[in-house]
Each structure stands twice: as structure tokens, then as C-alpha cells.
């Protein structure tokens, strides 16, 4: 697979929001299922997301790890790779509008109130070796790479 980098300007789709904390229930639990990514048109044109990758970093700067050589200031080692499908004019984002990716395409309030329904969703992360729920409405983003 040919990659290439880009470095952010006002040209592009920018990764707006990443929400991972999860919510509470009312009972004091933390609630996991409703992470997202929120992909924003930042420009004056139509853009596609079609093939846009994204990469979890396999370096965990949350956990004291001792890497040697130390490279994680100058290196990324992917843990995960996914990628939005399409062919490159399957899924234009409008100027100024959004696309959400959904680590669950459901409606979390059936599971906790305190959430949010990411029924409508744009895109789902889907394992089929997992828990995940598959909301046949929604596409799914394609799994590229995962740790083994």
C-alpha cells in the first residue's frame, strides 16, 4: 500500500474531536461503547474521505515504557491502521459539514442515559472476532492492520 503524508493546512479534513473518556451512568460506572472521531471540512470545497487512514500509535505515552533505542520522539510504530472505504468519490464531506466514526453505530442511551445515539453515524469500527454491535445501516471502516 502506497502511503503518503500530508501536514495539516486549511486544504484538508482535519480530525476535529476524539472522544474516548466514555460517560458515567447514573450509577457511577464508566460507559466505553460510545468513542468516536468527528472528521471536519474545514475548507470552502467539497472534500472526499475516501481511503483516509487512520493509525493508532503503538506507543503508549500514558504507561512508563522503556524502549530501546528510544525512538518514540522522532518515529510511529502502528498499532492499528483503519481506513474509510470507497473508491474516491464515494463519500464527499461538504464544505463546513462532518463525519462521525463510531467505535459503536448504536443509540448508547439504550445503555446508558447519559450518552448519546451514534445510530447515524457515518462510519462504524467493526471486528468480527469481537463484541462489537454491527449496525448494518452504517458502513464499515476497513480494518488494515491490527496487532497481532
Avoid at 503518503?4 to 464508566?30: R, W, Y
Avoid at 445515539?117 to 448494518?136: M, T, Y
Wanted: cysteine-free; glycine content about 6%; proline content about 5%.
Amino acid at each position: 500500500m502506497d502511503l503518503s503524508l500530508k501536514s495539516g493546512n486549511s486544504s484538508d479534513l482535519i480530525l476535529e474531536e476524539v472522544f474516548f473518556t466514555g460517560t458515567k451512568t447514573p450509577q457511577g460506572a464508566m460507559y466505553f461503547g460510545d468513542q468516536y472521531f468527528k472528521i471536519t471540512n474545514n475548507t470552502d470545497k467539497t472534500l472526499y474521505a475516501d481511503g483516509m487512514l487512520l493509525i493508532q500509535s503503538s506507543f503508549m505515552t500514558n504507561e512508563k515504557q522503556d524502549y530501546s533505542p528510544n525512538i518514540m520522539g522522532t518515529a510511529l510504530s502502528a498499532g492499528a491502521i483503519i481506513r474509510i472505504p470507497g473508491n474516491g468519490t464515494m463519500y464527499p464531506v461538504k464544505a463546513g459539514e462532518s463525519i462521525i466514526i463510531a467505535e459503536d453505530a448504536i443509540n448508547h442511551k439504550d445503555f446508558n442515559p447519559s450518552s448519546i445515539n451514534l445510530s447515524n453515524a457515518n462510519f462504524q469500527i467493526f471486528k468480527e472476532d469481537s463484541d462489537d454491535i454491527d449496525n448494518p445501516a452504517v458502513p464499515k471502516m476497513v480494518n488494515v492492520f491490527e496487532k497481532w
